[in-house]
């Protein structure tokens, strides 16, 4: 039977596909100047915040984001002892590996590009097709992939137990609890380190904070066209993205190039007909510097990432100047960047287990 959320879900989509052939149509108001274009921005975006949001269910303590930042770049939670959190979501690097679909065991390549860590926990739920409901779902599930970590959750367990240091730190990190070294605390531990990975202060928030004249004229510019255009009818919020599932390809569906047809997106998550090339829409926080684009992770220009978009979800043909004033847009939602020193972790005891060669 097909879940009830599922066709409050269609419905949503619907009104959404309905809202972009009204907004597409609608003129390029100039009038949007000073301050009418920031009152209009503040209606549908939000700046991040300057500190983490609380998690549901998961007290991110001191000890508990330190324990998951250990966790996080620590390789031997991977069955090679090769790859950890940071390969594919590399904190020097806009959250992201830079790479088209990421490299896992045994050198497989993904089916997807890696969405970025930054700023994830302001997503509605984790992962291209949101099959994690949260970041916690979200760190269980590369871990035990067979293209990415290929571990089991006795074999990390195993191996977290065999180094006294990791030991400790659980039992502070999740004090009162009877086991508190588990995969399941694992896993909240790296949420509770991956919520701290945001990026404020961005010349945007600071535009949407009141700084009028933080923004250039282009940028100005591109702003007003990405709400008159119908972008931002995806694209809001917080995240500018990462809130809803829309299909890709609400006017004109991209080539196999771009959008590979093995690969239908939601629809490997509900089975339903209608979530076919449903995706989530990207959070566009940072974007300049998470190329390349898209779930395919087939197009490296931010510009032709714009001008796909425009074609593809509005059925228009962006100018060059439209397009060059988004794209000066979007660089302006570029935070600042998480200061995060790479921790020193527990050396591995002769109970630790040995990896697997990567064949």
């Given amino acids: 039977m097909d879940h009830p959320f599922n066709a409050i879900w269609r419905t949503a989509v619907k009104k959404s596909i309905a809202l972009f052939a009204v907004l597409a149509l ?10 009418d274009l920031m009152a209009q921005a503040r209606e549908q975006f939000k700046p991040i915040p300057s500190a983490p949001p609380a998690l549901m269910g998961n007290a991110a303590t001191k000890e508990r984001v330190e324990l ?40 497989a390549k993904g089916p997807r590009n890696a969405p970025t860590a930054f700023n994830a926990v302001f997503n509605v739920a984790q ?38 240091e990791y030991v400790t730190r659980f039992e502070r990190a999740f004090p009162g609890e009877k086991v508190s070294l588990s995969f399941d605390n694992m896993a909240k531990a790296i949420e509770a380190f991956e919520a701290t990975l945001i990026t404020p202060y961005s010349r945007f928030d600071q535009f949407l904070e009141g700084n009028a004249t933080i923004l ?29 599932y829309y299909p890709f390809g609400v006017v004109e569906k991209p080539g196999a190039d771009i ?9 490997e998550v509900t089975k339903t007909a209608d979530d076919s090339y449903v995706f989530r829409a990207a959070p566009l926080r ?32 962006l100018s060059d100047s439209q397009i ?36």
């Fill in 216 to 244: 250039n004229k282009q940028e100005k510019e591109g702003l007003a066209l990405f709400m008159d255009k119908g972008c931002a009818a995806c694209h809001g919020g917080v995240n500018l993205g990462g809130q809803g």
């Fill in 127 to 164: 992962f291209w097709d949101g099959r994690a409901e949260d970041l916690k779902a979200q760190a269980k599930g590369p871990v035990q992939a067979g293209v990415e970590m290929n571990n089991k959750p006795a074999q990390v367990e195993a191996t977290l137990r065999s180094m006294p």
């Fill in 259 to 267: 959008l590979p047809e093995g690969d239908k997106g939601r629809f």
């Fill in 26 to 35: 609608a003129p390029l108001s100039g009038a949007w100047a000073g301050e």
């Fill in 68 to 107: 998951g930042k250990m966790l996080f770049f620590d390789p031997r939670i991977s069955a090679s002892h090769l790859i950890s959190c940071n390969t594919c979501h590399n904190v020097g690097m806009g959250g992201d590996d830079n790479l088209e679909t990421s490299i896992g065991h045994g050198w």
């Fill in 286 to 317: 940072n974007i300049e510097l998470t190329a390349p684009y898209f779930h395919s992770g087939k197009v490296w220009d931010l510009e032709q990432a714009v001008a796909v978009m425009g074609q593809s979800q509005l059925g228009e043909k």
């Fill in 324 to 359: 060059q004033a988004i794209t000066a847009f979007l660089k302006t939602l570029t935070g600042e960047q998480p200061k995060v020193e790479y921790p020193v972790l527990p050396v591995s005891t002769a109970t630790t287990p040995k990896p697997v060669a990567m064949q």
